[in-house]
């Protein structure tokens, strides 16, 4: 199975801070790479698609970056809304591994 | 509007069985991969278990495969989950899932149901 590693698990981050996340592949998925958002108690909710792509109706300020074994999500502007925690997938392969989660939090 | 309605979930002791379903609307049913994901209490997320959109192949992760039986119906539009000797690290929040860009990509998800196993 390929790996998914996230760094850091947990980020202190004010409102307005530009806040990054790392997710590595423990081998190439090319740009088959996902990000989703999760608040507690909720259902995932699907930011980037394809490293890179949009979700639709994901506010701009969401990015996401990479390819092959590295990728970052970016916030350019934290929210109070985007307190949450963040989980990268792959599914370049048939069987579909997401990684351990990032858990953004107030400062 | 798309929407993913999960039930069936409840408490199980270890070794019984329990069967999920989703019912789905708002789509093209049969043209989707379908997929279950589920979240241990207090754990990320982890991928179980998808069907093509014709039913003509289904993968599972390996800690259900000779366990699980994921199934569909494109005349009712629901996605089944049979799940059996169950563990008690089965345990967690089970959410039915629709492809989007692709089968791996997860664009709607259901609220979940809970599965407990315990005795």
């Known amino acids: 199975d390929i790996q998914m590693t996230q760094s850091p698990s947990t980020l202190s981050a004010s409102v307005g801070d530009r806040v990054t996340i790392t997710c590595r592949a423990s081998?190439?998925?090319?740009?088959?790479l996902a990000w989703y958002q999760q608040m507690p108690g909720k259902a995932p909710n699907l930011l980037i698609y394809?490293?890179?792509h949009l979700a639709s109706g994901v506010p701009s300020r969401f990015s996401g970056s990479g390819s092959g074994t590295e990728f970052t999500l970016t916030i350019s502007s934290l929210q109070p809304d985007d307190f949450a925690t963040y989980y990268c997938?792959?599914?370049?392969?048939?069987?579909?591994?997401f990684g351990q989660g990032t858990k953004v939090e107030i400062k | 509007e798309v929407q993913l309605l999960e039930s069936g979930g409840g408490l199980v002791q270890p070794g019984g069985s329990l069967r999920l379903s989703c019912a789905a609307s708002?789509?093209?049913?049969?043209?989707?991969?379908m997929s279950w994901v589920r979240q241990a209490p207090g754990k990320g997320l982890e991928w179980v278990s998808r069907?093509?959109?014709?039913?003509?192949?289904?993968y599972y992760t390996d800690s259900v495969k000779g366990r699980f039986t994921t199934s569909r119906d494109n005349t009712k539009n629901t996605l089944d989950l049979q799940m059996s000797s169950l563990r008690a690290e089965d345990t967690a929040v089970y959410y039915c899932?629709?492809?989007?860009?692709?089968?791996?990509?997860?664009?709607?998800w259901g609220q979940g149901t809970l599965v407990t196993v315990s005795s």
């Open positions: 394809r490293a890179s």
């Open positions: 708002g789509f093209t049913f049969r043209d989707e991969a």
């Open positions: 069907v093509s959109g014709s039913s003509s192949y289904t």
């Open positions: 081998q190439s998925v090319d740009i088959w």
């Open positions: 997938q792959q599914y370049l392969s048939n069987w579909y591994t």
């Open positions: 899932v629709k492809g989007g860009d692709g089968p791996g990509v997860f664009d709607h």
